[in-house]
């Protein structure tokens, strides 16, 4: 009898101690327990899908996967396992509703290049403080009245052009934008210093993409040898700065005059965002005024329907002798619905990086901790439950305000979303006034391909050759030859 009861205790004891393991694993997991993960392959071992991914052009290894798992899937790439977002509400989440729960996240070779302390890098307070500065420095008021150096800037670029040399459009843009950024971020700067500031950020930018050694000689060396030089010459334009005390309402001006209770920003803090912004600036805003370019050659009509629109501005500025104003930037409807479906079309950012800070579920799937988030601008933009017929250029579809919320995003969403954009568009207006009323052009070489610089482009930068022309009102960039 003693030994029955003996037997029975133990087992309720071991029944007893099993329910409460399982307690307690299910009170410290219960979001692993009860959620799964959303579907998608996870590929080989450590490499995942990393092949497939290099293989294939970026949006296709996306859009198959799309197909087959829907809008939310799983993969492992470059070493990380992630999830992938293509539809609207998922971006929503996780730029927006739950975006403390998501840190932005770079590799640590490209973060050594800008510099850690950039508004890139950062969630919270300190991400808060920068951005409003950024936003500050950037915002309309600060930015019209510099429109003139802007026009300047576009007319040097398109005259250097017209000679009838192949042009690669990509690169030299790349001067154009770096040249608007340093004047948004510098105000009035020496030559001597924009000439120190355009050499070392020509060699940063040469290595950025390139495999991260400190062997001596590789471009990645180079590069981070480049920001040390960058850093040295920001810090004495700094000096100068404050020496002068004079509170410019340029992103310098901003940093270095920021002080809030006594609490101001270390030198590094203010190098870090400065060459952060020169870094957001250049190769976004050259890859879509090209793709603009590339789509207007493409397409006659709509040559035409600008050039229409850009010739009654000029010949009411008395053929290109007044300068523009504002009040005709914001009349250019039809430019700018142009730039937006290109935005769209191009989708140059195609996606951005979270990584999950906690296990979180969305719709029923867990995103575990440490896992990086994707969600894929470039395949919401091009949904065709979204955009009708998404692959065809059509800018009219920006006429009425048919776009839904949030499947719009070249300019990301939420907190990190970008400040720049209304810089971006302006500088875009103003020399795509000037290409379309003075200029005549032909693009030489191939036409069709697209390369990534790591944003897309089109094929060699697009050669093209300019000329310039004093009556452009009949002109048909793609039917002249030159
Ligand atoms: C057509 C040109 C541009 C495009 C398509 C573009 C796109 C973007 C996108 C998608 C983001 C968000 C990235 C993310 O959420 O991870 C972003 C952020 C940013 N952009 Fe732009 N950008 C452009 C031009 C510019 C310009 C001209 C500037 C400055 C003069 C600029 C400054 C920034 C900065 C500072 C951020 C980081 C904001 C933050 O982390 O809070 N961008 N941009």
Same mark, same amino acid.
């Given at each position: ?6 037997s029975i205790?133990?087992?309720i ?7 409460y ?8 997991n219960?979001w692993r ?13 450590y ?8 293989s294939?052009n ?6 198959t996967?799309?197909k ?16 992938m ?7 929503k989440?996780v ?7 998501f ?34 420095? @950037? $915002?309309? %008021?600060n *930015?019209k009245?510099?429109i ?5 800037? /576009?007319i040097? #670029?398109?005259? !250097? ?15 154009f ?10 105000g009035e ?5 924009n000439?120190?500031l ?39 334009i ?6 002068k ?11 270095v ?5 006594g609490?101001? @920003? $270390?030198? %590094?803090? *203010? ?9 957001? /600036?250049?190769? #976004?805003?050259? !890859? ?7 789509y ?50 191009a ?7 979270r ?7 969305y ?31 059509n ?8 776009i ?13 979303a ?17 290409l ?6 032909e ?26 022309t ?7 960039p ?5």
């Amino acid at each position: 009898m003693a030994y029955i009861f003996g037997s029975i205790s133990i087992l309720i004891i071991a029944i007893l101690g099993i329910k409460y393991v399982l307690m307690l694993v299910v009170k410290l997991n219960q979001w692993r327990l009860f959620t799964k993960l959303p579907p998608g392959s996870l590929g080989w071992p450590y490499i995942g899908e990393t092949l497939q991914l290099f293989s294939q052009n970026p949006h296709d290894f996306f859009t198959t996967r799309q197909k087959r798992y829907g809008d939310v899937f799983k993969t492992h790439i470059l070493g990380c396992p992630c999830i992938m977002l293509a539809n609207p509400e998922a971006a929503k989440f996780v730029l927006m509703t739950k975006a403390s729960l998501f840190k932005p996240t770079y590799p640590k070779s490209k973060e050594r290049l800008i510099g850690s302390m950039a508004i890139f890098f950062q969630q919270g307070s300190y991400h808060a403080q920068i951005r409003k500065l950024v936003q500050a420095s @950037l $915002s309309l %008021d600060n *930015i019209k009245p510099v429109i003139p150096k802007i026009e300047a800037m /576009a007319i040097t #670029t398109l005259d !250097s052009w017209a000679n009838g040399r192949v042009v690669h459009v990509f690169h030299e843009l790349k001067k154009f934008s770096f040249d608007v950024a340093v004047l948004s971020i510098f105000g009035e700067l020496d030559s001597y210093y924009n000439k120190e500031l355009k050499d070392n950020y020509v060699t940063l930018d040469k290595g950025y993409n390139s495999f991260p050694t400190m062997i001596p000689g590789t471009s990645y060396f180079k590069s981070v040898m480049a920001r040390k030089k960058l850093g040295k010459i920001i810090k004495e334009i700094m000096e100068e700065k404050r020496e002068k005390r004079i509170a410019t309402r340029d992103l310098l001006g901003y940093l270095v005059n920021f002080n809030e209770d006594g609490k101001t @920003l $270390s030198d %590094d803090q *203010i190098i870090d965002n400065v060459i952060g912004v020169l870094f957001a /600036a250049q190769d #976004t805003t050259a !890859s879509i005024l090209t793709w603009v370019l590339k789509y207007i050659t493409d397409y006659p009509k709509l040559f035409e329907e600008i050039q229409g629109e850009q010739m009654e501005i000029y010949k009411s500025n008395g053929n290109g002798k007044q300068p523009l104003t504002w009040t005709q930037i914001k009349e250019m409807h039809i430019t700018h619905r142009v730039i937006l479906e290109s935005l769209r079309m191009a989708s140059i950012i195609s996606f951005t990086y979270r990584e999950a800070t906690q296990d979180v579920v969305y719709n029923g799937y867990l995103i575990p901790k440490g896992w990086k988030v994707l969600p894929l601008f470039r395949n919401i933009h091009h949904n065709p439950a979204f955009y009708e017929n998404p692959q065809t250029f059509n800018a009219s579809r920006f006429e009425a305000s048919s776009i839904k919320p949030h499947t719009f995003m070249p300019f990301g969403y939420g907190s990190h979303a970008c400040p720049g954009n209304e810089v971006a568009k302006l500088l875009m207006l103003v020399f795509i006034h000037h290409l379309v009323t003075q200029f005549r052009w032909e693009v030489v070489g191939p036409q069709g391909g697209v390369e990534y610089d790591p944003f897309p482009i089109p094929q060699q930068g697009l050669p093209t050759k300019f000329f310039k022309t004093s009556d452009n009102t009949r002109l048909k960039p793609s039917t002249l030859t030159c």
